[in-house]
């Protein structure tokens, strides 16, 4: 039945809006949401034939063949919106209102999900707790949380994220909180904002009808949070808190020693402490975090002991999925940190993308789940069987008792007896996923499984390569398509992962500079388009067999085509080169008339596309240059399509044209280095977020006097005494010998330290003596962090390409994604 009006709710239990992650599709109301460059209602009639029967689709998309083809489609709801993303928050919004029970929202720059999970595990142990979802905290993510609410919980945690004036007050009506905490204000996500002052009133929207807030108050002379507040909610209770006042606000005094924490809280009026706790976190921002979490516990009723008691299990916890080399040929995707049904249905997907590969998944016993467990393992289990395991392991003394809800598994009291069965090291060919409650410690499973490099990695962050992704298709709307480089490796970022995630996100094309970079992605699966930027006469055979498309810029190498394509009777796709002022490879001019001619004598080679490459594009000196390229390229452009007789894509614009030339994105655009980040213009980097960070470890710290001298050369000294850090990184891992005698610098524990003396094959050497709190085995960055990848190669004296690609293979690559 076709419905012209919006549900107030839905018969479905399951919520979805990505058809990639259909569990039960008897049970899943699919919502179709128009993108730029993607539209949900393309999958509505293969997704009916899976079983669902119960869509919300958007009016602007609801014609045609698609709409006459759902009138015939029995026991099947339709509803036609004019927002899918806007019923989706009504229907969310209007769950909520059906439950009285308490509910936290949590919302500031960062720090969200950290407080959300710490107040979770402080909070379990004497609630039924539904919390978001890792960091569903956007105006999807949001409703798709509250939608969890079930009969059974008693507390609720939400976290809350924005990027634009208007979005809180959407997501306060859909998780109208009753208790509020503000974790911290800082610079993230301010670049659709005037002002701080608008940023900051934003983000209280949130806090419009709570009772109580939680936050940490920096300066008492001007408490911009209070002062904001008196205006949205006068009635709210404020709980500020301090290290600095005693006298106004709840008073907090940490004592931070190398291995653990003193926590004392105490009221105004009181001389003694009311919580007094110790913790294993030293770094100042997780205990800002810790502090947050530990107050509003007390405001939610745990008494002292028992908060004392649940302190305990707080440690720093990456929030973040990670995925691995393992032995073996394995891919290993650790997400052992959120151990409950929802965190396993959101990380199932990722299995899919490793097609060619065995999918095992270990799992530990669900202690985060708030469901009994009669009826939570048979729900697992009924969860595990739409999707193709391989090879299934439990560990823990429940997946032990009800293992018969499962079709085959193996189960381990503990992860120790699993380690000592031998059954991981059977493990081959495969990708494993990791999902254990923190206490099975599957840290152990990851050491054995995972391939054994030293402990420098680059760490790729596959959800600031969306947002950059995301922006791009945005900025050259849907009309023009878009062909992304993974050349050299994606530019040191890993090739194969790089192209799965750009696939799995309907990018148009790969590009690749030599044959057998497109190889490997094809035998890794990837299967949409690659261009070949380097082909070599000799390779047509292997480019056809592997479905490669090639870059052709030279007369010889187009008659080598033309002959291969008629000598073995076949149509072969090519990309026409053309040299428009970089004179490097391209067809020039005056080559133009006679390639014309040639093209037109071969119809079974079809021209997917024609391009050229601009010189200086991110340097507005050279506009005039640049701009007499793109007048060569239509020049030239316009002679082979008229001879061609259909209009091949065309693209010249490289990242940093995109946004400085946007008459230059023609039908379609080559994405790069910006993907990453990267970008000279000013405003365009605001919009982007960095996704490289390369970090290394401290492994040895040394005291030394000011008349010693230290590495190769005796080029290294200190202005004092003082100490350094000798750190697991070197010139044979890409950090560049130039970066030596101070002119790199690496973050440790917040702090910026030079480094000292001459850069070592493997290692190198830094001066810590300013760092209050050190000690070996602690992190540090080289960029990602307060230093960027820009600065860094300015620092170098040379171009951040050179820095990415330069990282050697035996640093490992590690993808994390929240």
Known sequence: MIHFSSPTQVKSSILSLDSRQIYLPQQTAFFAVRGVHHDGHQYIEPLYHLGIREFIVESAAWSGLLAEKAKKWTQADFWVVESSINCLQEIASIHRKSFSIPVVGITGSNGKTTCKEWLATLLQSKFSIVKSPKSFNSQIGVPLSVWGLKAQHQIAIFEAGISRVGEMQRIEKIIQPTWGIFTHFGEAHGQNFESDQQKLQEKLQLFSHVEKLVYRRKNADQDSIKTEMQSINPQAEIIAWSTEDLAHCLYVYWKISPKETHIRIKKPAQSEAFLDVKTELTDEAYLENLCHCLIMAHVAGLSVEEIQARTKWIRPISMRLEIKEGLRNNQIIDDSYNNDLDGLQLALPLLKKYEHKKRVLIISDFIEAGIAAPELYPKIAMLLQSQRIDHLIGVGDQLIKYQDSFKEIDVFYNTEDLINSGLLNQISDAVVLLKGARKFNFEQITQILETKTHCTKLEVNLDALQNNLTYFKETIGPDTKLMVMVKAFAYGAGAVEIAQVLQQQGIDYLTVAYTDEGVQLRKNGIYCPIMVMNPQIGELDTLSNFALEPEVYSMSMLEAIDEYSHAHNKSIKIHIKLDTGMKRLGFSLDQCQELTQKIASMPQVWVASILSHLVASESMKHQKFTEKQMVLFDKMTKKIIQTLGYTPFRHIANSAAIKNYPAARYEMVRLGISLYGISENKAEKKSLENVLTLKTYISQIKD????????????????????????????????????????????INGYLCPTVGAICMDMCMVDITHLPVVKEGDEAIAFGGKIQLTDLAHQAKTIPYELMTNISERVKRVYVKN
Do not use: H, P, Q
Request: charged residues 25%; positive net charge; glycine residues 20%.
């Open 704 to 747: 030394i006097k000011k008349n010693e001298t230290i590495g190769y050369g005796r080029k290294g000294k200190l202005k004092s005494n003082g100490r350094i850090a000798t750190l697991a990184l070197g010139y044979a891992d890409g950090y560049s010998r130039s970066l030596g005698m101070g002119k790199g610098m690496f973050e």
